[in-house]
């Protein structure tokens, strides 16, 4: 099993594992920056993700976050790492 991050695939994933609603709200590239994101935030702290996402231009709620690095949960349970 490969347990290396790839985070084009991590992102592919996620977005296809999001409610619909954020399925539309947020593309997959919006996806692929919000994960990277999260992995520069110190300690993969939300409040702090969600403030680089600002910075951006992406509008996201700490809900809508949350449903994110919940989807992306199965990413890593095909990688083997949860």
């Given amino acids: 099993m ?5 985070p ?7 977005h296809q594992n999001l409610p619909k609603e954020l399925q539309e709200k947020f593309t ?4 692929y920056e919000i994960l990277d994101l999260k992995y520069l935030a110190e300690h993969e702290d939300v409040q702090q ?7 951006r231009g992406i509008d996201i709620s700490e809900e809508e976050m ?3 690095f ?13």
Avoid: H, L, W
């Avoid at 490969?2 to 790839?6: A, G, L, S, T, V």
């Fill in 8 to 14: 084009e695939t991590a992102a592919r994933i996620t």
């Fill in 70 to 82: 919940k989807a992306e949960e199965v990413y890593f349970r095909q990688i083997g790492v949860q």
């Fill in 28 to 31: 997959e590239n919006d996806v």
């Fill in 2 to 6: 490969n347990r290396i991050y790839d």
């Fill in 49 to 55: 993700t969600m403030g680089m996402c600002v910075k």
């Fill in 66 to 68: 949350s449903a994110i």
